[in-house]
């Protein structure tokens, strides 16, 4: 077996950004939440917990790879965690859609909105998102056809789950949630282009009764761009793990386990450190907040090191100069 050492620092490389990355845009997220009180931003903080869970959960894996030899872990041990690592995949995933429905309806019925996505109905969806990534993350352990029959460590996804559990989240969940991802963007982009030339008509009247207005791009859009960037990361992270493993079942004797668990999985754990890149630089309001908190530290830094030099002065206060000051009466100046 290919020695798992230099994987084991990669995954505990991206571990650690990972959680590093989604705790402080948890932190921005949770500050806006509490000056805004916005239903959204509620989402975008189910994002980044999710994403911090994640990667907790591949932190648990980092030991075991690390060690040489490779340490064996039980098989029940090793099901769960990768359970939870694929409970914590999949609501990042769901988050993420549930984000574009989000945006999708905000565009969709702009009167209505407030109406529909209330606070209850938000604790709602979040609530029901996660049973379903805890149904999802642990249905191999309940389905023996989804289970490897033989195992053997170090812990890891194929090595516990069969290559039909993959083939069942791409056709029952993936290319699904690709579908219904391409309509709300497609939808969005046409409601926007529609909002645009509205506006445009607007600006032209007022250009040519004599009031100058500046052109404005269309908060609509800046929905779209988000919407955008979010669904590009995740296909592209996911989708050459999950066409590789359809890929496996259809072919017995391709062996693609090593391709799939050094390369691809990781690609597609990957997304939980784009998606907090997304939000920290395309959401103007997380990037002002992620600003003002940095300030903040520096500020709290500078203040730190003045106190700590004036503590190396000393207990009393700073030292008196050892020199004797002489006193030039104004006669002896003058030579008198």
């Known amino acids: 077996m290919e020695s798992s050492f230099p994987f084991g620092v990669t995954l505990a490389v991206l571990a650690s950004l990972i959680i590093a990355a989604n705790a402080l845009v948890a932190v921005a997220v949770l500050l806006l939440i509490h000056k805004n009180d916005g239903v959204g931003l509620c989402f975008t903080l189910n994002l980044a917990v999710a994403d911090t869970l994640l990667g907790v959960a591949i932190s648990g894996l980092v030991t075991d790879q690390l060690s040489s030899p490779p340490r064996p872990t039980q098989k029940t041990l090793c099901s769960l965690r990768m359970a939870f690592v694929t409970s914590s995949a999949a609501a990042s995933v769901l988050t993420v859609m549930l984000i574009a429905f989000d945006r ?14 209330n606070g209850l109905m938000a604790g709602s969806c979040i609530a029901g998102l996660w049973l379903v990534s805890y149904l999802i993350g642990f249905l191999p352990l309940g389905v023996p056809i989804f289970q490897q029959t033989t195992y053997q460590g170090p812990c890891s996804f194929f090595a516990v789950f069969h290559p039909r559990f993959v083939l069942t989240l791409s056709c029952v969940g993936f290319f699904p949630a690709l579908l219904l991802f391409v309509f709300f963007y497609c939808d969005m982009l046409k409601i926007a282009s529609m909002h645009s030339q509205q506006i445009r008509k607007v600006e032209q009247a007022g250009a040519m009764a004599g009031a100058y207005r500046p052109p404005r791009t269309p908060s609509d859009f800046k929905a779209v761009r988000t919407v955008a960037v979010l669904i590009g990361s995740f296909t592209l992270s996911w989708t050459p793990f999950l066409i590789t493993g359809i890929v496996q079942v259809a072919c017995q004797k391709c062996y693609l386990y090593l391709v799939l668990e050094r390369y691809l999985w990781l690609l597609g754990v990957g997304n939980s450190l784009l998606n907090p890149l997304i939000y920290a630089y395309w959401q103007k309001e997380v990037r002002q907040q992620l600003y003002q908190m940095a300030l903040g530290v520096k500020k709290g ?9 004036a503590r190396d002065g000393g207990p009393e206060g700073p030292r008196e100069s050892s020199c004797p000051i002489t006193t030039i009466s104004h006669s002896q100046l003058h030579g008198e």
């Open 301 to 309: 830094l500078t203040s730190f090191l003045l106190l700590l030099s």
């Open 104 to 117: 999708y309806l905000a565009i969709k019925q702009p009167l209505r909105y407030f109406q529909i996505m």
